[in-house]
């Protein structure tokens, strides 16, 4: 059984820093490939970062890199997404996923609902 519950999203000042995390009751995610996406309203669905079952980092866009890291604590069946150094256009809904293969997040089988992440001053 697979429910991913997303939390740590809220309103934050530029320049700030937020960590969210990615939980699964049932399986436990260390095994899978596991990762970040967000969606803003009106934009299309973009890749955040990934962490593979080999603990490998893609990151999907070449702007996060610098800013955001990911990593798992598999004691807590979780996955974390550590937010710097935001902007105004990183505000969306971010959700967690956990992709098909071990070695990636394309193509995913599950999505968590997502945590919201609003970026203004």
């Known amino acids: 059984q697979v429910q991913l519950v997303e939390s740590g999203g809220g309103l934050v000042q530029p320049g700030g820093s937020l960590r969210l995390s990615c939980t699964n009751s049932g399986f436990n995610l260390g095994y899978y490939a596991v990762g970040w996406f967000r969606q803003a309203p009106g934009k299309e669905r973009e890749g955040v970062i990934c962490i593979s079952s080999t603990d490998g980092i893609t990151y999907y866009t070449d702007s996060m890199k610098g800013r955001f890291t990911i990593s798992r604590d598999n004691a807590k069946n979780s996955v974390y997404l550590q937010m710097n150094k935001l902007t105004p256009e990183d505000t969306a809904n971010y959700f967690c996923?956990?992709?098909?293969?071990?070695?990636?997040?394309?193509?995913?089988?599950?999505r968590g609902q997502g945590t919201q992440v609003t970026v203004s001053s």
């Open positions: 996923v956990i992709g098909t293969y071990g070695a990636g997040c394309l193509p995913f089988d599950y």
